[in-house]
């Protein structure tokens, strides 16, 4: 036992032979199969030949094993293949938009619902905004990105009992080896002794980068993104291909509502996550994680005696920390910091994300200029690439950073137990600033249009707005407390 400790705890890779990795698209590839065929029986010996020996490790994927595998495939698959998916995607709407301002694609003619002095046809289609779709979608599928990181089912042998002991005890050389630590967090995560020890491992050896190379995402984060990309599409596909028509319009609106009101939802439900995550920091005890081998009462599957992980991992622990209690003190301080800052401090999201959810309306505002350009619309051409920078790089992320402000005070409220009429008072509190924070900038957009000339509507439109999403982000922008 005291051998195996000092190994453990040393940090030293004694075998640099088993320091492996595998390419990311390779390793998205094996939990897709999992998630397609869950009882498939692969090989362990094919599984670890599908690493290869490395000098360190770009990425460390570190995740608990019960959390949701399909959820976890879809949060990795926009990590690793969500930037490339949304540049083809604009890309590709961009080109196909030039194709129909060139009439090389079909099209219909339909009246424009241009607000100002504009009263012509206009060639419209989705081509743009649908190409984007599906580009950007099979990118997200297929797209093979060749960073090297650390699966533990592929990277440790799970066949050979002898090489997955040498590994398992040199985990923090791994982790000391390792560039990024990306974690995949669900409920599960802070109650499982390895995910807990590759944290902790991760953090102490790389105590001296300001800030440690961690990232942290919820799985919750996967449905978030796909209902806004998803549903942001819809919406630019109403207000290309829909008639100019009231009552039309009135259907965008309420599908601009009830969309923000699903958003909303996902978004309450991320804070309930954080909730937990926060609740698991504050009252983290290293006694209540747990080990399989523990759930199995030390017994492998012939009946023999099995060393426990978790004593070996106390001993690691108190030789870097100190004592148990001060390795749990750090926890429930500098690692709930690193943990819960990024995910609770600004964009709900992420910028980044944000950006690439909203990508969608670079596709359609891509097929608005085209339309207008085709129809010779002069200035209310021009104003298009203004509006789509507007929307695009600030004003739609901070109305999610809004609807978080507002999901998580509704959050905070239901915690409390509120008499019937406070409870009501909440209740239209919240659908009232839902609708308002989706409503009031395309009305604040629509009366500038009719009381200024279009260049000078657009201008206002984009100072006022990014003066707000300034000030805004800066006054509310905390992390948790």
Not at 455 to 477: E, N, R
Request: hydrophobic share 50%; with cysteine.
């Amino acid at each position: 036992m005291a051998a195996v400790v000092g190994v453990v705890s040393g940090l030293q890779l004694f075998s640099p032979d088993l320091l492996r990795a595998v390419p990311a698209w390779v390793a998205l590839r094996h939990l897709r199969r999992l998630c397609l065929r869950p009882g498939a029986e692969i090989a362990p010996a094919d599984l670890f030949a599908l690493s290869h020996e490395v000098k360190s490790i770009s990425e460390f994927w570190s995740h608990s094993w019960r959390g949701r595998l399909s959820a976890k495939l879809c949060l990795l698959l926009m990590l690793k293949n969500g930037g490339a998916a949304v540049c083809l995607g604009t890309v590709a709407a961009l080109f196909v938009a030039v194709l129909s301002y060139q009439d090389l694609l079909p099209g219909w003619y339909k009246a424009a619902r241009i607000e100002g002095r504009f009263d012509g046809e206009v060639k419209t289609s989705p081509w743009a905004i649908l190409s984007g779709l599906i580009v950007a979608s099979l990118t997200l599928l297929l797209w093979r990105s060749r960073v090297l990181v650390f699966l533990d089912q592929i990277c440790i042998h799970q066949g050979d009992a002898g090489l997955k002991a040498k590994a398992i005890v040199q985990l923090g050389a791994f982790l000391k080896n390792s560039r990024k630590l990306v974690v995949v967090w669900d409920p599960t995560y802070l109650s499982r002794a390895w995910c807990v020890f590759e944290l902790a491992a991760f953090l102490h050896t790389h105590n001296d980068e300001k800030p440690a190379q961690v990232v942290v995402k919820p799985i919750v984060f996967a449905p978030a993104v796909f209902v806004i990309a998803i549903g942001g599409v819809l919406l630019m596909a109403f207000e290309i291909c829909l008639p100019s028509h009231n009552l039309f319009t009135l259907m965008r609106a309420l599908y601009l509502i009830a969309w923000g009101l699903l958003v909303a939802h996902l978004l309450e439900d991320f804070w309930r996550h954080a909730d937990v995550a926060e609740e698991q920091f504050r009252t983290f005890s290293w006694q209540s994680v747990t080990c399989d081998c523990c759930s199995m009462n030390h017994l492998g599957p012939n009946g023999e005696v099995i060393a426990c992980d978790k004593e070996i991992l106390t001993r690691c622990l108190n030789q870097w920390f100190g004592s148990q209690e001060a390795f749990e003190n750090r926890v429930r301080t500098s690692v709930r910091d690193s943990f819960l800052g990024p995910i609770t401090r600004g964009f709900p999201l992420g910028y980044s994300w944000q950006l690439g959810a909203n990508s969608y309306l670079a596709w359609g505002m891509a097929n608005m200029f085209a339309s207008r350009a085709h129809a010779g619309a002069g200035e209310f051409t021009v104003v298009v690439p203004i509006y789509c920078v507007v929307w695009w790089l600030w004003l739609a992320p901070i109305q999610y950073f809004t609807l978080g402000l507002i999901a998580r005070w509704i959050h905070k409220k239901h915690a409390e137990k509120l008499s019937r009429p406070a409870a009501c008072a909440v209740t239209f509190t919240r659908y009232f600033g839902y609708a308002m924070n989706c409503g009031l900038p395309h009305l604040y957009q629509r009366l500038l249009q009719m009381v200024l000339d279009q260049i000078s509507a657009a201008l206002v439109f984009a100072f006022t707005t990014f003066s707000w999403a300034l000030v805004a982000y800066h006054m509310w922008a905390k992390p948790s407390k």
